[in-house]
């Protein structure tokens, strides 16, 4: 079975551009988490999605919102960027809502720099 | 406010050896406790799940330890490889974490591990 995949791998944009990136999970999985990982601060959570809906949204300005499709298929974006928002960006799949018994099943993420 | 602090934030070791990594947290009531190998570049894989019943879990050469009255826990590695080095990262859940509760989670910044033949 294939495992989480994102793309894109490697972004570069420049401040104040938009950008977009996607997130295909396991499978049969439903929940789609995002979280945001820095040097200092570890794994931070963004948002999770379960059926096509945002459940659950983590301490994040506006600027960061997400959606789901019906197929489970994840996007992410990001409006106005900042030189804060490099970062990897770790998107997670599960079975069940919250990771479950079987938790999340990460993928390799896509590494975002800002200029 | 729930928080999980790892130690060292980075060791390095001679392959062949053995290391052990701590987790301490607060996380109250508390549910289950996650290590994470996170290998450069790539995203977090499990290593090991442990609930607050248990005391050790065991995946190849790696061995959690669980001690909820401390809220401590420690991933040793044995007979380190050069494969091993990696972030790994402590993640724990707290109790009633049933539906849509993954901001519950917290996460520690890991321990840098560099094995060096």
């Known amino acids: 079975k294939a495992g989480v995949t994102q793309t894109p791998r490697y972004l570069i944009k420049t401040r104040g551009q938009q950008v977009t990136l996607s997130c295909s999970p396991i499978s049969g999985h439903r929940s789609v988490s995002w979280y945001q990982q820095t040097p200092g601060q570890g794994l931070q959570f963004l948002f999770e999605y379960f059926s096509e809906t945002q459940r659950n949204k983590g301490n994040f300005p506006g600027r960061f919102s997400g959606r789901q499709f019906s197929n489970s298929r994840s996007e992410m974006n990001v409006s106005t960027l900042e030189l804060g928002d490099s970062a990897l960006y770790l998107c997670a799949s599960s079975l069940r809502a919250s990771g479950g018994e079987q938790g999340q099943f990460f993928g390799p993420g896509t590494r975002l720099t800002v200029l | 406010k729930n928080q999980v602090e790892q130690s060292p934030q980075s060791l390095i070791i001679l392959e062949g050896k053995n290391c052990t990594l701590q987790?301490?947290?607060?996380?109250?009531?508390?549910?289950?406790l996650r290590w994470y190998k996170q290998d450069t570049g790539r995203g977090p894989v499990s290593l090991t799940i442990?609930?607050?019943?248990?005391n050790t879990k065991s995946n190849g050469r790696y061995t959690a330890t669980l001690d909820a009255d401390t809220k401590q826990s420690s991933l040793h590695i044995t007979a380190s490889q050069l494969s091993d080095s990696a972030s790994y990262i402590c993640v724990v859940s707290p109790r009633g974490l049933s539906n849509f509760g993954n901001e519950k989670l917290t996460f520690g910044t890991g321990t840098r591990l560099t094995i060096i033949p």
């Open positions: 987790c301490n947290y607060t996380v109250s009531p508390f549910s289950n």
């Open positions: 442990m609930t607050f019943s248990e």
